[in-house]
């Protein structure tokens, strides 16, 4: 979708931001839509192919990652759920690497839980004793996995004042662009001395993707600048805080104790990126056939998913810093 970053960022100036998130989710599907017309199915499908031939031929010449026996683990429950899209397998892994590293102890909300698979993964990693959901819609898929699902929004949350030892969020806090209601509304619901868990992006985000430096390396960095506003459209990223901003913010509403740590390195978000091609050409994106070819096929979907793995595995050997991150992991503390 590189093509129409001018007809978006158009429609930021002249109708704001959310309604240009709408038109860019809109352009998407419209996209999305003409990959298995004719003429187009053809070089979709070439391009999936070669996609996947390229993935698998790249993970023989990786090294076996070098990982804990929970991470390695986790990486392999990602690549069985994630095969078709190897991207999420890196990035999910990266975020819940990460969360499965703490202790969530007595009884907690996943906020923003969609279809419930982060909190099935944690639920087994960590030992949680009691989970509950919360979404904008039931779109469950392991029920099981909560003690109770509520359809409802992070902006006023339908739960009596310290109801939850621990909150956590992925994936849904970024995206939302009145921040201060949902911090509002996790510090209310939350016990004192509770917890608040999310990730999100950091300042270093915006310069570190493919697209970016590939603009910037043949000189057009107006063009790159433009691809970091179009993205954060696209995506509906609202918020780019400073490590001391986000201390500021968080301390306003009650959490005078905030740990920050840093996942997901510049060169991972470039190679994430790069396993994400087929998102820059909607007209030729394979995800969806791909996914409905391999569930049926286990002969062509588990090597496919070892790929992703290994992959995935080699990309997480080295971790972000403080200079490379492009995503905090947040834990806020509410005041006892």
């Known amino acids: 979708m590189l093509y129409r970053i001018r007809e978006v960022l158009d429609l930021v100036a002249s109708d704001g931001f959310r309604a240009a998130s709408s038109k860019a989710y809109a352009i998407r599907v419209e996209e ?3 990959a298995w017309r004719w003429p187009n199915a053809i070089l979709t ?10 993935v698998m031929l790249a993970s023989l ?12 683990a986790l990486i392999d429950r990602l690549a069985a759920t994630y095969y078709y899209v190897p991207e999420s397998v890196l990035f999910k892994g990266i975020e819940l690497d990460a969360a499965s590293r703490l202790t969530f102890a007595g ?9 419930g698979f982060t909190g099935t993964v944690l639920k087994a990693s960590v030992g949680i004793a009691e989970l509950h959901g919360v979404d904008q819609v039931n779109n469950l898929a392991a029920p099981e996995t909560y003690a109770s699902f509520t359809v409802g929004d992070a902006r006023d949350l339908p739960y009596p004042d310290e109801s939850f030892d621990f909150v956590f969020s992925f994936g849904v806090i970024d995206h939302i662009p009145d921040l201060e209601p949902v911090l509002a509304q996790a510090a209310r619901v939350l016990k004192k001395g509770g917890h608040l868990t999310f990730a999100i992006q950091t300042q270093t985000f915006r310069k570190s993707s493919l697209w970016y430096k590939t603009f910037l390396r043949f000189g057009k960095k107006d063009l790159a600048n433009a691809y970091s506003d179009y993205r954060d459209v696209y995506d509906m990223i609202h918020h780019h805080l400073s490590e001391a901003e986000w201390r500021e913010k968080l301390r306003s509403f009650g959490f005078p104790m905030t740990e920050i740590s840093y996942v997901f390195s510049a060169r ?6 790069l396993l994400n091609i087929q998102t820059a050409f909607l007209r030729f994106f394979f995800a969806q ?11 062509l979907q588990r090597p496919v998913a070892r790929a992703a ?3 995935a595995g080699h990309l997480m050997m080295t971790p972000a810093n403080q200079s490379d991150a492009t995503r905090y992991f947040i834990r806020a503390t509410k005041a006892d």
Request: charged fraction near 25%; hydrophobic fraction near 45%.
């Open 61 to 72: 010449f990786l090294r076996k990652p070098r990982l804990s026996a929970d991470t390695a």
């Open 309 to 311: 793995a290994r992959i």
């Open 32 to 34: 999305i839509g003409k």
């Open 45 to 54: 499908a070439l391009f999936g192919m070669a996609y996947f031939a390229t």
């Open 107 to 115: 009884k907690g909300l996943d906020l923003g839980c969609g279809n």
């Open 268 to 273: 991972q978000l470039f190679f994430y990126d």
């Open 289 to 299: 056939r791909a996914y409905e070819i391999m569930r049926s096929r286990p002969w």
